[in-house]
């Protein structure tokens, strides 16, 4: 039995590029009706997130599980914030 893959991102806003007009901003936030979701990279280890759910719930996760966070937000009906 094959399971599904999961999308990954493009692209995220903390990413750096020609097209990226929140690359550098410190947080970021997904909204969704009364929910929302803020990113923040780690400030002593670039290499893990900070997020936070309603102000409530503070995980860490790496880079890479922040991006399949992000884009399963996404695909949840969440919009980026300012975007």
């Given at each position: 039995?094959?399971?599904?893959q ?37 400030q ?30 996404l ?8 975007d």
């Amino acid at each position: 039995m094959v399971m599904p893959q999961e999308k990954y991102p493009a692209s995220c806003p903390w990413d750096f590029g020609p097209n990226q007009k929140q690359s550098h901003q410190s947080e970021w936030t997904l909204v969704n009706g009364n929910e929302f979701v803020k990113f923040s990279k780690n400030q002593n280890d670039q290499n893990w997130f900070n997020i936070n759910r309603n102000d409530e719930t503070f995980e860490q996760f790496l880079s890479y599980q922040a991006r399949l966070t992000y884009q399963k937000l996404l695909d949840k009906g969440f919009k980026l914030q300012g975007d």
